[in-house]
């Protein structure tokens, strides 16, 4: 029987003009998956291309976190935008990024959507349809998103490759869904528990739900945070407690 | 001896939002190549969707109007970008209107710098080094471009196709070049004067300068404008113009 | 008994960069109070300041038609923006429109919200009361809104003057409310009949509802539109239309 | 003959969204004047008005660091902003600035114009004169900028008070100018020397230039950087020093 092997995926580029958050010099050496900012959130051509060309040399893969344009909100905000011009919209994203990759010598070989536009499109039909619209245009890139959510039901009707998710540092609820940023236990801060979960997840596929239960998941790719406190360091206690126990790592993308 | 022909460019899907530019529609009739904004001085996602869609219908040839990141000055201010910045944002403008080009089922065949860049880089050694470099990295398209100039010659250099440009309005100084917009005679507003200019750069390949003297002018593709005030009957009207002086219409970039 | 008398307002300084939106030069002859753009769905400052010297001259009130940061969607889409940053946005604007009317020698004597936020604040008790906060903050401007909206409630407790508003070329619901956009019946389009309505509005206080009811509506101002066809040759017809029957046309700002 | 006193000013607020850049908090605890940006190179309504209400809070003066409109350069690109245009956007981030100070119990006191207008204003006459014009405009707010500029001959022929400002860590020619960012000596980074400079600006009115001359140096205020590594260190030792020399510290704004 082969080692089990995960991806590592975290959240890079998200700076603009002057402005920078998070490490991505030493969280690419961190990871096996960018998600890169593709502009609309954060990222500007030159910030993304910085990023690209890191990763190529790393062979990290690459992936657009496409959003919606909303820079001020770092497209955290839920916007109503219709289905044609937010397929557009993740075109022109996916685009933008693939000719700063293909300049590179990589290439985009997934999509994450970003903050607001993740979350909609996991419970939203017509929003989930316009993104995977827009994947399938562009060649079918897969597509990386909580199992089971609406956005997956379309992208694999679509023919595409979903990618399951897991976070490393987010409360489950019993029914396997996140525990919601409002409410207690949404975070998981200790850095051990972070690391026992994770290798938990990808040897055994279950998790401590916060009430206690023993729940499924199901996870190709583990996330990491970039912009938190700690957050380098987190990232590589969880990249070194999954080598500890056996667990190779290695892009879903490869 | 084959009838001579020209390619009649113009630049379109110039609007932002809700707001518009143009007749876009009418002009997609009477050109054969259409120079569309992407995003930076005008142009969002879902006008450049419409806008490739509608060219791929007609079969009207779909060139990149890459500019300046301003949106406020419609990328006629110069901008000090430095190189590699200026080549990202190029190399994402073009990919960005790829993306959408393939979806509609064309692609991006030429580009035409827009406003301040077209005229920086017909002076500027550093910047427009940078413009053809994104060129060259995307796979070798062609620049449209005033002949003789810094660009042309860098592209030249690089391995691309120039593609000479003339304007169908604009008056010309006794050297060849264009007649500042603040000088007198920058503008030929008879309309059968312009007809009769464009037929004489097409066929015999001479213009007359404000000056009066006949000056030669090369010209693969002939510039009409599509935002002034009766563009569109100009534009018409030196489309019939060619035809009736035996001059077939066809882009360069077939 | 004094004859009657009312305001007509408009929206205006809708343009941004080259672009324009409806005719600000012919409105403002019609209309006696101006809701300028402040820079955050539409007008930037050089276009503000155009139509704010424009109103100063002619007389017209100036208004603030503060709206969401989205330009590109032009303030229509609804967005969760937190209480403090939205009394925040709404200052900066208000702020802004006033030292550019101060400059021309008039001021800003009331606040019309745009888009999405006019509506949103009919109903969201959390974004009514944050504009309120604003207006309160601003030194007590007179808000204009739908009567019996939640914002308007909030307006009088902080103290603030209410504007009653009714719109000239909308159908109304037997409960006095607007018919949604996407109904049928939204829309009055027979000039004589939009001029009839208004001028029984403000006469007799009343409208004929989309179900024929004859329902009260109360109006210290009547809106007409500056954007759509035939907008310029509308507003004139109401203007006149209410000359006609004797109402006097003077701002509820003086 | 009593103490000699002097101003420290310093930017702050140049965040964007979820962006921060310095330690607001640490260097209003240190500086006498705040200088807050107002939403075209940086700055968002919501920092503006956290930065006011802090600096209200210790009795700091607030300054408007007005900018050209270029988020994405950070202001720090020169940009041919015709004048009338300009006057508009200065009016716009005054005001703006002015509601938010307002409401947080202060006001605007000064204005210091930020990167590429600053020096632009220093040598062009055309934008210098609209700088000014806005100033005046709005009442006649004091301008921060260095001795001998082309904006100060205009601001104090329009009346304006000019406040002489010298630079903690910057090198000086022997003509009194800044030694250019490009070139060699152009900052200072041993804090002990940076000290020992800035109380001689103070007391003696001089600095030795890079080429080794005692130049005099006029300054009303000096000015300590925000947003380099050890700037909170090296702004509080300014300002030890300052004490320790026997020099007060106070606003000129008072």
Known sequence: MPAPSIDLNCDLGEGFGVWRLGDDEALLDIVTSANVACGFHAGDPQIMSGVVRRAAARGVAVGAQVSYADLRGFGRRDLDVPATELTADVLYQLGALEALARAAGTRVSYVKPHGALYHRITRDPVQAAAVVEALVAFGGLPLLTLPGSVAAGFATDGGLTVIAEAY???????????????????????????????????????????????????????????????????????????????????????
């Open 168 to 254: 490393a540092d987010r409360g489950y609820t019993a029914a396997g869904g996140l525990v919601p940023r409002s409410s207690v236990g949404a975070l998981v801060t200790d850095p051990g528990a972070v690391v026992s979960r994770v290798v938990r997840m990808v040897t055994e596929g279950v998790v401590v739900a916060v009430t206690g239960e023993l729940v499924p998941v199901e996870a190709a790719s583990i996330c990491v945070h970039g912009d938190t406190p700690g957050a380098v360091a987190l990232a590589q206690a969880v990249r070194d407690g999954l080598s500890s126990a056996g667990v190779g790592l290695a892009t879903f993308a490869a």
